[in-house]
């Protein structure tokens, strides 16, 4: 029986007055307890995740626990933990976004031993708030009452500990009942967990961190920082159009003087502006960092200033001052903060040197972080020199606990040592951490999940599944087209003539929905991890390899389930006459790779041997199923053709992106790294792909509008084509870029004969002027919205890989539930609202660019290691050709096709020296000036001699290795001739290309493996990190970069866009 109560909340208007609002509060006489001691399972419906019988007592946090030591509960070794709802609650109402799904991803973890019990919904547990009590008062006061109810529970038969920060409530509920114990967080930890040295040492770095915040917020009255205004005063102003909202962005390369703010929803239409808004320096920042959600106000036009259009060091951000802006832009001032996103921060201690020189204060410590847009951190803790000493050579984690404006620096504490500086897999933590990518093994629960497939035991299609699904397995030549070596095969393709004669294209993928079910311990995982991510020389699946490379993926000659889409074409036209979407069963016939394919289609049957599947046939029987199969290469590639040529008139865009493919040996390590040419099979296949995303979109959306998730390109903003009209219009083309139809074509005129870099170039920076791909739910935004610009579609999604995609879960789970709608059987799945599905898009995006920048960081390091021993004075692989694509006031930006490397190269350097090249075309530092114009820059010495550096110029480069302490190590480029390094034959430029590359990739593998010798780690290394954590890795660069094509339109290497 429901009992209904009253709850009073106080909510503040825009106006600032204060509404209060009575809700109704409905208790039961049971909620689930999660415990294993429940006496009455079924009464309190337990489902999922239960409390761990075999320890010593359940722990209960108090809201403030929760609050500041999150980080210590999430310690695996912490067992039996119970976060009542209070808690919880307060966590989300007070600590943001961020820390409360921190909090719901530990309660969803099958690894912690913790669980929620909602004690304001249990009739027992629930307290009304008295008169004149403070709402801390009253949590502490839930809490303990839940604590005692639930002792009771559990028939007394297991201790509860509640944990508080509150001295009072310990001297007042301490010995009140017998069985629940009340005793302060520290003193928890060091008697119940003394060997537990780590939770205990954050501990007091988090207690030493709050007292130094609250001794300094005493003792200091001058204030660094205006105070940020009230929310209920930015709410009203971001109303009124006073303010503006929108996140934060700080430029890496000048850190301390430049960040700009991208609007936001209604802020971006509102307020008229068409460009982000700049914040000139910290003063103007006001205590926020890069990636928080601010409320800027506008400051007046003639205090408006531009972006630096000068080269910068990142370590010497300052000297930009002295350069001419460009054009005077929106310029304002953060006033607030509506959304911290602090997170994990790798950081490096001063050196001794650095110690000596700041004289000895033992309490705080102001460390470097790795990422250059975030402010140095001052470390406030007891053990300072002890941490000092220990940690010079290592990097190591820190969290941001305040930032007052009494305080030039944030506030924040130790959290733990990361890896040694420099080293590989301190580096490789690195980048992880800074991108927030959890690597954590998947656990026993959600292994348990796992379906059989053992020798021994081998998995077989189910005579249930049999019944249900279109069996295609007799009727149908089904094949896949992939790399070389590829394992994880998620697509397949079939095309046949129908008995009246029209043609029937599949496009079958693989059935990951029917191993992951929804809200079960893989499927939460697989939703956090949201995609596998692909590292240099590693990749961290998303799904267990006994899905990912085993029963989800699509190989030759063995049964698997798919989910297709099969249309029915005009045999002549191929005008799409019908549809069918369903799930079926495929016996993949040939697993191809991209090569022996294109040679079949080209007539070149000596490739025969190469197929496995017709290698031992015999001559009559090869030659029919030969026969079969060329033709249905060349049937899909004519199909192909007509649905890229449909695109093509309604504007898609070929933009630059991967170029390589690594080719693999038996033991996985790299062979080679051979060109991506230009094989129609390739199109054949995306187009293919990209046909089945389409119709998916269409029909998911018809049957579900409001709670579809698509895929959205956004139309980019004209001005960010300015730089690549201006970069053509050097090279006499003209660019037109009014839409996708003819920024298509004139990329496609855009070719200069004598040089093919050229039209490389101008596609590339036309991939950095687009905005970024996103995921979103068809319920919050118009239709008009919806469509893809790069693909010139008018609905898109992702269908086609499920096995490293989380989009591609939700996508097939819908596309399942609107073909019951159609059959008007019952949906058995409860849908994700809009609201949630936009929640679970905004996580998705955000592992997508933690994915891109964690793969294009990693390669960075691997060429840093290669370069990084090589002497640049002597060895001949450090000097190159290079392209010039960007001018600057004191430089210019220059790619190199040889390595891919984009960079800055310098024309004035520190001494204010200008780089001068006599007759015999080497560079040398002489005193002079630089004038710069859009398409050129003129280097004049006081001698009056001059150097013109032209766009599109080759110029010979020297690379060598800046090694930062602090930061990543970086490449640096050096003009050293104003000639080219070669005459530019492309075909002998790619192979020098991959030659090279080749050997950097050897070359640093081999140098991994000699660091592994030498301290002693074994050979069989790898395969116990894989049983532990269960996870794909390998010590070859680039590995499977091939599977990543589809992010290409995101350009991640934009960092020079100043």
Same mark, same amino acid.
């Given at each position: 029986?429901?009992?209904?109560?009253? +709850?009073?909340?106080?909510?503040?208007?825009?106006?600032?007055?204060?509404?209060?609002?009575?809700?109704?509060?409905?208790?039961?006489?049971?909620?689930?307890?999660?415990?294993?001691?429940?006496?009455?399972?079924?009464?309190?419906?337990?489902?999922?995740?239960?409390?761990?019988?075999?320890?010593?007592?359940?722990?209960?946090?108090?809201? +403030?626990?929760?609050?500041?030591?999150?980080?210590?509960?999430?310690?695996?070794?912490?067992?039996?933990?119970?976060?009542?709802?209070?808690?919880?609650?307060?966590?989300?109402?007070?600590?943001?976004?961020?820390?409360?799904?921190?909090?719901?991803?530990?309660?969803?973890?099958?690894?912690?031993?913790?669980?929620?019990?909602?004690?304001?919904?249990?009739?027992?547990?629930?307290?009304?708030?008295?008169?004149?009590?403070?709402?801390?008062?009253?949590?502490?006061?839930?809490?303990?009452?839940?604590?005692?109810?639930?002792?009771?529970?559990?028939?007394?038969?297991?201790?509860?500990?509640?944990?508080?920060?509150?001295?009072?409530?310990?001297?007042?509920?301490?010995?009140?009942?017998?069985?629940?114990?009340?005793?302060?967080?520290?003193?928890?930890?060091?008697?119940?967990?003394?060997?537990?040295?780590?939770?205990?040492?954050?501990?007091?770095?988090?207690?030493?961190?709050?007292?130094?915040?609250?001794?300094?917020?005493?003792?200091?009255?001058?204030?660094?920082?205006?105070?940020?205004?009230?929310?209920?005063?930015?709410?009203?102003?971001?109303?009124?159009?006073?303010?503006?909202?929108?996140?934060?962005?700080?430029?890496?390369?000048?850190?301390?003087?430049?960040?700009?703010?991208?609007?936001?929803?209604?802020?971006?239409?509102?307020?008229?502006?068409?460009?982000?808004?700049?914040?000139?320096?910290?003063?103007?920042?006001?205590?926020?960092?890069?990636?928080?959600?601010?409320?800027?106000?506008?400051?007046?036009?003639?205090?408006? +200033?531009?972006?630096?259009?000068?080269?910068?060091?990142?370590?010497?951000?300052?000297?930009?001052?002295?350069?001419?802006?460009?054009?005077?832009?929106?310029?304002?001032?953060?006033?607030?903060?509506?959304?911290?996103?602090?997170?994990?921060?790798?950081?490096?201690?001063?050196?001794?040197?650095?110690?000596?020189?700041?004289?000895?204060?033992?309490?705080?410590?102001?460390?470097?972080?790795?990422?250059?847009?975030?402010?140095?951190?001052?470390?406030?803790?007891?053990?300072?020199?002890?941490?000092?000493?220990?940690?010079?050579?290592?990097?190591?984690?820190?969290?941001?606990?305040?930032?007052?404006?009494?305080?030039?620096?944030?506030?924040?504490?130790?959290?733990?040592?990361?890896?040694?500086?420099?080293?590989?897999?301190?580096?490789?933590?690195?980048?992880?951490?800074?991108?927030?990518?959890?690597?954590?093994?998947?656990?026993?629960?959600?292994?348990?999940?796992?379906?059989?497939?053992?020798?021994?035991?081998?998995?077989?299609?189910?005579?249930?599944?049999?019944?249900?699904?279109?069996?295609?397995?007799?009727?149908?030549?089904?094949?896949?087209?992939?790399?070389?070596?590829?394992?994880?095969?998620?697509?397949?393709?079939?095309?046949?003539?129908?008995?009246?004669?029209?043609?029937?294209?599949?496009?079958?993928?693989?059935?990951?929905?029917?191993?992951?079910?929804?809200?079960?311990?893989?499927?939460?995982?697989?939703?956090?991890?949201?995609?596998?991510?692909?590292?240099?020389?590693?990749? &961290?699946?998303?799904?267990?390899?006994?899905?990912?490379?085993?029963?989800?993926?699509?190989?030759?000659?063995?049964?698997?389930?798919?989910?297709?889409?099969?249309?029915?074409?005009?045999?002549?036209?191929?005008?799409?006459?019908?549809?069918?979407?369903?799930?079926?069963?495929?016996?993949?016939?040939?697993?191809?790779?991209?090569?022996?394919?294109?040679?079949?289609?080209?007539?070149?049957?000596?490739?025969?041997?190469?197929?496995?599947?017709?290698?031992?046939?015999?001559?009559?029987?090869?030659?029919?199923?030969?026969?079969?199969?060329?033709?249905?290469?060349?049937?899909?590639?004519?199909?192909?053709?007509?649905?890229?040529?449909?695109?093509?008139?309604?504007?898609?865009?070929?933009?630059?992106?991967?170029?390589?493919?690594?080719?693999?040996?038996?033991?996985?390590?790299?062979?080679?790294?051979?060109?991506?040419?230009?094989?129609?099979?390739?199109?054949?296949?995306?187009?293919?792909?990209?046909?089945?995303?389409?119709?998916?979109?269409?029909?998911?959306?018809?049957?579900?509008?409001?709670?579809?998730?698509?895929?959205?390109?956004?139309?980019?903003?004209?001005?960010?084509?300015?730089?690549?009209?201006?970069?053509?219009?050097?090279?006499?083309?003209?660019?037109?870029?009014?839409?996708?139809?003819?920024?298509?074509?004139?990329?496609?005129?855009?070719?200069?004969?004598?040089?093919?870099?050229?039209?490389?170039?101008?596609?590339?920076?036309?991939?950095?002027?687009?905005?970024?791909?996103?995921?979103?739910?068809?319920?919050?935004?118009?239709?008009?919205?919806?469509?893809?610009?790069?693909?010139?579609?008018?609905?898109?999604?992702?269908?086609?890989?499920?096995?490293?995609?989380?989009?591609?879960?939700?996508?097939?789970?819908?596309?399942?539930?609107?073909?019951?709608?159609?059959?008007?059987?019952?949906?058995?799945?409860?849908?994700?609202?809009?609201?949630?599905?936009?929640?679970?898009?905004?996580?998705?995006?955000?592992?997508?660019?933690?994915?891109?920048?964690?793969?294009?960081?990693?390669?960075?390091?691997?060429?840093?290691?290669?370069?990084?021993?090589?002497?640049?004075?002597?060895?001949?692989?450090?000097?190159?050709?290079?392209?010039?694509?960007?001018?600057?006031?004191?430089?210019?930006?220059?790619?190199?096709?040889?390595?891919?490397?984009?960079?800055?190269? &310098?024309?004035?350097?520190?001494?204010?020296?200008?780089?001068?090249?006599?007759?015999?075309?080497?560079?040398?530092?002489?005193?002079?000036?630089?004038?710069?114009?859009?398409?050129?820059?003129?280097?004049?010495?006081?001698?009056?001699?001059?150097?013109?550096?032209?766009?599109?110029?080759?110029?010979?480069?020297?690379?060598?290795?800046?090694?930062?302490?602090?930061?990543?190590?970086?490449?640096?480029?050096?003009?050293?001739?104003?000639?080219? &390094?070669?005459?530019?034959?492309?075909?002998?430029?790619?192979?020098?290309?991959?030659?090279?590359?080749?050997?950097?990739? +050897?070359?640093?593998?081999?140098?991994?493996?000699?660091?592994?010798?030498?301290?002693?780690?074994?050979?069989?290394?790898?395969?116990?990190?894989?049983?532990?954590?269960?996870?794909?890795?390998?010590?070859?660069?680039?590995?499977?970069?091939?599977?990543?094509?589809?992010?290409?339109?995101?350009?991640?290497?934009?960092?020079?866009?100043?």
């Amino acid at each position: 029986m429901l009992q209904k109560r009253e +709850k009073v909340l106080l909510l503040r208007t825009f106006q600032g007055r204060t509404l209060r609002i009575v809700r109704e509060h409905y208790l039961r006489p049971s909620v689930p307890c999660n415990s294993a001691l429940c006496p009455q399972p079924a009464a309190c419906r337990n489902e999922g995740k239960l409390l761990s019988s075999d320890v010593t007592h359940y722990v209960i946090p108090d809201w +403030k626990v929760v609050q500041d030591y999150l980080e210590i509960l999430e310690f695996p070794e912490l067992k039996g933990i119970i976060f009542m709802q209070t808690a919880c609650q307060a966590v989300q109402h007070q600590r943001g976004r961020r820390q409360y799904n921190k909090l719901r991803n530990l309660l969803k973890d099958a690894r912690h031993d913790c669980i929620l019990f909602a004690n304001e919904f249990q009739q027992h547990c629930y307290l009304p708030r008295e008169r004149g009590e403070s709402m801390e008062k009253w949590q502490t006061r839930s809490i303990y009452n839940a604590a005692v109810w639930y002792y009771h529970h559990c028939q007394d038969r297991m201790p509860i500990v509640m944990v508080t920060e509150d001295e009072e409530a310990i001297q007042q509920y301490g010995s009140e009942t017998e069985g629940v114990f009340m005793i302060s967080f520290k003193n928890y930890l060091d008697n119940f967990w003394p060997d537990l040295k780590a939770a205990r040492e954050l501990c007091d770095s988090i207690l030493q961190s709050r007292q130094e915040r609250e001794n300094e917020s005493q003792e200091s009255h001058g204030k660094e920082y205006p105070e940020h205004l009230p929310l209920e005063v930015l709410e009203a102003g971001i109303k009124s159009g006073r303010y503006i909202q929108g996140i934060l962005n700080v430029n890496k390369h000048r850190a301390q003087i430049e960040a700009f703010v991208r609007l936001q929803g209604a802020s971006s239409k509102d307020s008229g502006l068409i460009s982000d808004i700049l914040i000139h320096g910290m003063k103007a920042r006001n205590r926020s960092i890069h990636g928080d959600a601010v409320v800027v106000e506008l400051l007046p036009k003639n205090e408006w +200033k531009g972006r630096t259009a000068a080269l910068c060091e990142n370590d010497s951000d300052d000297k930009a001052l002295g350069e001419s802006p460009s054009e005077p832009m929106p310029t304002g001032r953060v006033v607030g903060i509506l959304q911290k996103n602090w997170r994990d921060y790798v950081v490096t201690f001063p050196s001794k040197e650095e110690v000596q020189s700041q004289g000895k204060n033992a309490q705080k410590i102001l460390v470097t972080p790795w990422d250059y847009r975030i402010p140095k951190i001052r470390i406030s803790t007891q053990q300072a020199e002890a941490l000092q000493v220990a940690n010079t050579d290592f990097r190591v984690v820190v969290r941001i606990d305040s930032w007052e404006s009494t305080s030039v620096y944030p506030n924040g504490h130790f959290v733990r040592v990361l890896g040694r500086i420099g080293d590989l897999e301190g580096e490789i933590a690195t980048i992880l951490v800074e991108n927030s990518i959890s690597v954590v093994p998947f656990s026993e629960a959600q292994m348990c999940e796992m379906p059989v497939n053992t020798p021994e035991n081998p998995w077989k299609v189910s005579p249930e599944e049999e019944q249900v699904r279109k069996d295609l397995r007799k009727t149908h030549l089904v094949f896949s087209i992939d790399p070389k070596g590829c394992e994880d095969v998620d697509d397949t393709l079939s095309v046949r003539t129908l008995n009246n004669g029209n043609l029937e294209l599949g496009v079958h993928i693989a059935d990951v929905t029917h191993f992951v079910a929804p809200n079960s311990y893989i499927d939460v995982e697989a939703r956090t991890r949201a995609t596998t991510y692909y590292l240099a020389d590693r990749r &961290y699946d998303m799904l267990p390899s006994i899905l990912s490379a085993d029963l989800c993926s699509l190989l030759g000659g063995v049964d698997r389930y798919a989910v297709s889409v099969m249309w029915e074409l005009d045999e002549t036209s191929y005008e799409i006459k019908k549809v069918w979407y369903g799930r079926t069963i495929i016996r993949s016939a040939y697993k191809l790779f991209y090569e022996a394919a294109q040679e079949l289609l080209d007539g070149n049957f000596s490739i025969v041997d190469d197929i496995p599947e017709l290698k031992d046939l015999d001559e009559k029987s090869r030659q029919v199923k030969l026969e079969e199969l060329v033709w249905a290469i060349g049937k899909l590639t004519d199909i192909a053709r007509h649905i890229r040529a449909k695109r093509d008139r309604c504007g898609a865009l070929e933009l630059e992106g991967v170029e390589v493919r690594v080719q693999l040996d038996e033991k996985k390590n790299i062979h080679d790294l051979i060109p991506k040419q230009p094989l129609e099979v390739h199109e054949t296949v995306a187009e293919c792909m990209i046909l089945a995303n389409h119709w998916v979109a269409k029909k998911i959306w018809e049957s579900f509008p409001h709670q579809a998730l698509l895929r959205q390109h956004p139309s980019p903003h004209q001005e960010f084509f300015s730089e690549l009209r201006e970069c053509a219009k050097a090279k006499g083309f003209f660019i037109d870029t009014r839409s996708n139809k003819t920024l298509a074509d004139s990329l496609d005129n855009a070719n200069d004969p004598n040089d093919p870099i050229v039209n490389r170039l101008l596609r590339s920076m036309a991939t950095q002027a687009m905005s970024n791909a996103l995921y979103f739910s068809t319920g919050s935004c118009a239709e008009e919205e919806f469509h893809h610009y790069g693909l010139a579609l008018d609905k898109y999604t992702h269908f086609t890989s499920p096995i490293r995609r989380y989009s591609d879960i939700v996508v097939h789970r819908l596309l399942m539930a609107a073909i019951s709608k159609d059959k008007k059987i019952e949906i058995k799945e409860n849908l994700l609202s809009n609201k949630d599905l936009e929640e679970l898009c905004r996580h998705i995006n955000n592992r997508n660019r933690a994915a891109q920048h964690s793969q294009k960081q990693s390669t960075e390091l691997f060429q840093c290691m290669y370069f990084k021993d090589k002497d640049p004075e002597t060895e001949e692989r450090c000097i190159t050709d290079g392209v010039i694509y960007s001018i600057r006031t004191n430089g210019v930006l220059v790619f190199i096709p040889r390595f891919g490397i984009k960079g800055a190269a &310098y024309l004035k350097n520190k001494d204010g020296l200008v780089i001068s090249c006599g007759p015999d075309s080497c560079s040398e530092w002489k005193p002079g000036s630089l004038q710069r114009f859009q398409n050129k820059i003129i280097s004049t010495t006081t001698a009056g001699q001059s150097v013109t550096f032209h766009l599109f110029d080759h110029v010979t480069v020297r690379i060598s290795v800046q090694a930062l302490r602090c930061h990543s190590d970086t490449i640096r480029l050096e003009i050293i001739s104003n000639k080219p &390094y070669m005459i530019a034959n492309t075909e002998l430029f790619h192979q020098s290309s991959l030659l090279l590359k080749s050997e950097l990739v +050897k070359e640093v593998t081999r140098s991994m493996e000699e660091a592994q010798l030498a301290q002693e780690v074994k050979v069989n290394v790898i395969q116990e990190e894989y049983q532990e954590y269960c996870q794909t890795k390998g010590r070859s660069l680039y590995t499977l970069l091939e599977e990543i094509r589809d992010l290409a339109l995101l350009d991640v290497s934009s960092n020079y866009r100043l």
